[in-house]
């Protein structure tokens, strides 16, 4: 790759909320102005009936809302009495948070390398990681894919451990018809702004199917409060709150419809691409996608990804250091090479615009410019 003239012909943000946002409008502000004239602004009938919509969307009996999905995971992870002396099994390549909960709450996180096709935890790694102190394993499904959750759970049931779903990334995704977050013990949401449903601000959800554990995350998440000022354990704040539950809901009618076209822009980068030296994202025929990012393999990614940028070209590097190599877990003594998946997806992976309101002239954009820069 050589330094190339710079030419902007069009600007495509990574993504672009405010498209978003002109779209619902009308029904957005609606829902917010509700809350504030009921003025019932923690817990109350729009929380209530979020996490009921959003267990049912995710085929599990329970729902309940929290302040992030950070929280989500620390609150599951609590609810199974994880911590000290626990060791938590997770992916190596992932948002921080999947690692960075089980240290907070005093478990030790144990990596497993990702199936480089799909950047998921490579189920054949996963037995070998297991010892007498393994609790659970935490199983994360990146980018709007569900990894291998009928390995993963045989694995789990066959070695007595919990199953943790991050599927902050995934609402809505599935694996052979079974939605993100009703196969583990619980599963975990995120509404962080840039996933396929978000908030404006931070949010959670944990889902399970288990009544007793679900209770367990609502008392946690709430002081270990029952009834009011009398806490038999101790807990912590992590609410959702009802203007963020009330937009949610007015988003969760747009979903599907969201992701389908996410499907549809990313079938239109992968037939762009097609013959070309760009890895395309691998979309395993057993799993429904919901194309939270759309990621592509290249050589010599920091200088595409700055060429992208002289072109108007938004892009994100997802994730530059896997997290056996991040330096707070130095602790646990790993090095360069122990990972080579995680550690060769951290070097060459992209992350192109993928949002649902792209137009189809802003894709070939993108996918011409790629490809010319590849070019040259
Ligand atoms: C895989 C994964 N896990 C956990 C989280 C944490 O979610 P939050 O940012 O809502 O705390 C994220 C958010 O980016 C994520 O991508």
């Known amino acids: 790759m050589c330094a190339m003239p710079t030419r902007a012909a069009m600007t495509v943000p990574l993504l672009d909320l405010k498209a978003q946002y002109a779209d619902i409008r009308t029904d957005i502000d609606n829902a917010i102005r509700s809350v504030m004239e009921s003025t019932r602004f923690i817990g109350g009938p729009e929380v209530v009936a979020l996490e009921e919509e959003i267990a049912r969307y995710s085929q599990c009996a329970h729902g309940i809302g929290c302040a992030s999905g950070t929280d989500a995971l620390i609150l599951a992870l609590r609810a199974l009495n994880i911590g000290p002396?626990?060791?938590?099994i997770t992916s190596a390549y992932s948002f921080f948070a999947s690692a960075g909960t089980i240290a907070n709450v005093g478990g030790t996180p144990v990596f497993v390398d990702i199936d480089p096709r799909t950047y998921n935890l490579d189920p054949h790694r996963l037995?070998?990681?297991?010892?007498?102190?393994?609790?659970?394993?935490?199983?994360?499904?990146?980018?709007?894919?569900?990894?291998?959750?009928?390995?993963?759970?045989?694995i789990c049931d066959k070695k007595k451990l919990f199953l943790i779903e991050d599927a902050a990334q995934a609402i809505g995704a599935e694996w052979e018809g079974k939605r993100a977050g009703s196969v583990?013990?619980?599963?975990?949401?995120?509404?962080?702004?840039s996933k396929n449903l978000g908030a404006a601000g931070d949010g959670g959800m944990i889902v399970t199917n288990d009544a007793e554990l679900g209770d367990k995350a609502r008392l946690l998440r709430e002081h270990g409060s029952r009834p009011k000022y009398y806490h038999a354990i101790v807990g912590t704040n992590s609410r959702l709150d009802a203007l963020q539950a009330a937009l949610l809901r007015v988003k969760l009618r747009h979903l599907d419809r969201w992701s389908e076209a996410r499907a549809r822009n990313a079938a239109l980068y992968d037939s762009l691409f097609e013959g070309s030296r760009v890895g395309r994202p691998y979309h395993d025929p057993r799993t429904r996608h919901i194309y939270n990012q759309y990621v592509i393999r290249i050589p010599n990614r920091d200088a595409m990804r700055q060429a992208l940028t002289e072109r108007g070209v938004g892009t994100e590097v997802y994730y530059p250091v896997p997290l056996h190599l991040q330096k707070c877990?130095?602790?646990?003594?790993?090095?360069?090479?122990?990972?080579?998946?995680?550690?060769?997806a951290a070097l060459e992976t992209l992350a192109l615009p993928i949002y649902p309101e792209l137009t189809e002239e802003?894709?070939?954009y993108v996918a011409a410019n790629v490809l010319e820069i590849l070019e040259h």
Do not use: N, W
């Open 362 to 364: 802003q894709i070939r």
């Open 184 to 193: 583990g013990e619980f599963g975990c949401f995120s509404f962080f702004p």
């Open 329 to 344: 877990f130095s602790m646990l003594g790993h090095q360069v090479g122990d990972m080579p998946h995680s550690e060769a």
């Open 127 to 154: 037995e070998a990681a297991i010892t007498p102190r393994t609790k659970a394993v935490v199983a994360v499904h990146l980018y709007g894919q569900c990894c291998d959750l009928t390995a993963v759970k045989a």
């Open 85 to 88: 002396g626990d060791e938590v």
